[in-house]
Nanobody, 130 residues
Framework: QVQLTESGGGSVQSGGSLRLSCEAS????????MAWFRQAPGKEREGVAT?????????ADSVKGRFTISEDKTKKQSTLYLQMNNLKPEDTAVYYC??????????????????????RGQGTQVTVSS
């Protein structure tokens, strides 16, 4: 069983930056897909970015060029990051991390829902003011 804990959320002004972290309770060493999702008030949860065990990344069109997903496998626990730059008010949402394994590659964003990932975090709030 792997537990995921997100951190790094907060309130920033438009144009600002935040870095979200998602720490796994154990090192994830098999083939896998790690992902960030978000859910804005009154909207469905949507995929933001994915990274697989080979380092291949994918992004939603709304965040391309502004967000960067990465992972750190040098520690005893796997840690997933989401660097968010040039934040906009429409980025306001609760952000969730998720891991699915074993997977040779990540599904296309929108193809796999948050609930279909094997391990899921509790979320961290990001608020962007204009």
């Amino acid at each position: 069983q792997v537990q995921l804990t997100e951190s790094g959320g907060g309130s920033v002004q438009s144009g600002g930056s935040l870095r979200l972290s998602c720490e796994a309770s154990a090192f994830i060493y098999s083939s896998y897909c790690m992902a960030w999702f978000r859910q804005a008030p009154g909207k469905e949860r949507e995929g933001v970015a994915t990274i697989d065990s080979d380092g291949t990344t994918a992004y939603a069109d709304s965040v391309k060029g502004r967000f960067t997903i990465s992972e750190d496998k040098t520690k005893k626990q796997s840690t997933l990051y989401l660097q968010m730059n040039n934040l906009k008010p429409e980025d306001t949402a609760v952000y969730y991390c998720a891991v699915d394994l074993p997977r040779a590659y990540c599904p296309r964003l929108g193809e796999f829902s948050y609930g279909q990932y094997k391990y899921r975090g509790q979320g961290t709030q990001v608020t962007v003011s204009s």
